[in-house]
């Protein structure tokens, strides 16, 4: 029983290493998919028709850089992160369920 669990919590750990260090490139689509709809749901913003329309342009060239340049790298890395957790969570159930098993087996 003890070997059993043991086991299970060896497992566990070498899958979320693995998770953390080294499968990145079989997770970056998902990554990237997750990047791209993220910035697709840009806010836009409505102005005034008092607004002269130099500030908003000058608005609209300060969003475009932002949404080509300094977001996508940000989003990717707290979507990677967000992605790494979200399997680390399966793969903490899966434990749960296999630790469960094995005690009421006993």
Do not use: C
Not at 44 to 64: D, L, N, Y
Request: proline share 3%; net charge neutral.
């Amino acid at each position: 029983m003890k070997k059993k669990l043991k086991d299970a919590l060896h497992r566990f750990k070498v899958e979320t290493f693995k998770m953390s260090h080294q499968g990145a490139d079989e997770r970056s689509r998902e990554i990237l998919e997750a990047t791209a709809q993220a910035l697709q749901n840009a806010y836009t913003f409505h102005f005034g028709k008092e607004t002269s329309p130099a500030r908003v342009e000058t608005f609209q060239m300060i969003k475009s850089v932002m949404l080509e340049t300094l977001l996508p790298p940000v989003l990717e890395k707290l979507m990677r992160r967000i992605t790494v957790l979200e399997h680390q969570n399966t793969a903490t159930t899966k434990l749960l369920e296999e630790l469960m098993e094995a005690l009421s087996e006993e």
